[in-house]
């Protein structure tokens, strides 16, 4: 099992930037597909985004598309989600996960999640 660790929510306006981090530990994080999902407030987790072990192939949700970027740095053990004109819609804790294939329909593992809110 690998241990994943977010970071780099806050308090935003609307059309400011985040960038969102993932720290990994407890297994080769190479073997990892990586996903952000997010749980807006009083809503269902719903995808955000995912990249495939060597970075070769993403996805994104259609409402993030053009705005959110997903990568992953091997060497670091850290995926990021960099997530450009931010919107009031977009407030929600974001979690990363990982999964043994890509695409993934279920993750083998979660964080604890971060907090981002978006203000008008």
């Known amino acids: 099992q690998v241990q994943l660790v977010e970071s780099g929510g806050g308090l935003v306006q609307a059309g400011d930037s985040l960038r969102l981090s993932c720290a990994a530990s407890g297994r080769a994080f190479s073997s990892y597909a990586m996903g952000w999902f997010r749980r807006p407030p009083g809503k269902e987790r719903e995808f955000v985004a995912a990249i495939s072990f060597m970075s070769l192939n993403t996805r994104y949700a259609d409402s993030v598309k053009g705005r959110f970027t997903i990568s992953r740095d091997n060497a670091k053990n850290t995926a990021y989600l960099q997530m450009n004109a931010l919107k009031p819609e977009d407030t929600a804790v974001y979690y990363c996960?990982?999964?043994?294939?890509?695409?993934?329909?279920?993750?083998?593992?979660w964080g604890q999640g971060t907090q981002v809110t978006v203000s008008s």
């Open positions: 996960a990982a999964s043994e294939i890509f695409p993934a329909r279920v993750y083998d593992s």
